[in-house]
């Protein structure tokens, strides 16, 4: 992201040349880097003191929740407070022990059944993990406000995520399509959408989706990637290399970004994205009146490009007043 510089107003009447100007801001860093140092300094002397008297205030307050569900232990919500308390210091075991005492107090405790999903999940216990999210999927069946719980969206997500992992594919894009329904901007549902599109051989769906998703993340690399592979199975080295050049955008290879996208946009010039990404290039690279142009360009293709109408506003504001060419 771009950093915006403040005018400083020093009180000095005479004019300052660049060089007082830098070192001014060269003292003023070097002094704040020291003031950060001195203050971290002493957060950790504090903090370092505090964890020698005694237990943290997440140990605290896991020991407060065992005691009370000692004194209430048929209380599932309070079980499934503790049990989340065990999950954050990684006492996984202990957690799911009490996970599965809450849903033996209340068998369709939602968020015990979540909790209890994510740790088999993150234990690559995929048959329990899907028994789990599969119940609160099938609880919230006819809820009608299904569409406003971001929780549910998580579980379908999570759902397409194990089915598409034992090859369960179609059952994988039905659960995605249902997260989607809910949050339509969870550009790694998007992401894997598109994977199992591509593995049902459906190209141009899959790009379609591989493109939603770097729409919400314009750096995510693994949908440019995965969007070339389609590209280049389908025959298009123009789309190919856009994407092989939002690659090197992402990761800042400006270079090796223009070469790519300066051939792509050649090839197929309405293509929004790509000159987006071409405009970022030239933007980095210094050269403001090229960037400018290739964000007009993009703009005025009139796909609604809103990343390429933020951009063409920043770097018209780089090229002084005057020197804009129309």
Known sequence: MEAKGKTMNIGAPQARTAT??????????????????LVGFSLYYVVDRASLVGPS????TMRELEELVKQEPD??????????????RDIYEAALAQYKSALEIEPDHQAALIGMGNIYLAQNNDKEALAAFQ?????????PYKKTLRQLEAVYYRLALIQERIGN?????????QALDIERTDSDAWYLLGEVQRKQNRG??????????????????DAYRAMSAVYTQMGDPAMAEYADGM??????????GLTL??????????????????????????????????YLSAVNLGQNHILAEMSLKRVYEKIPAGEVQK
């Open 20 to 37: 007082d100007v830098i070192l001014t801001l060269g003292i003023r860093f070097l002094a704040s880097i020291l003031f950060i140092v």
């Open 57 to 60: 205030p997440v140990d605290n």
């Open 75 to 88: 209380n599932a919500n309070l079980r499934v407070q503790v049990a989340q308390a065990y999950t954050e």
């Open 135 to 143: 119940k609160v999927a099938d609880l919230n069946k006819d809820n």
């Open 169 to 177: 594919l179609e059952v994988a894009r039905s659960n995605l399509l």
């Open 204 to 221: 141009q769906e899959a790009v379609e989706s591989y493109r939603k998703a770097v729409s919400l993340d314009p750096r995510f690399t």
């Open 247 to 256: 690659v090197a955008v992402a990761n800042r290879d400006y270079q090796r």
């Open 261 to 294: 996208l300066q051939r792509s946009t050649s090839a197929a010039p309405d293509n929004a994205d790509a000159l987006w990404g071409l405009g970022m290039c030239y933007e980095n690279e210094g050269r403001y009146q090229e960037a400018l142009d290739a």
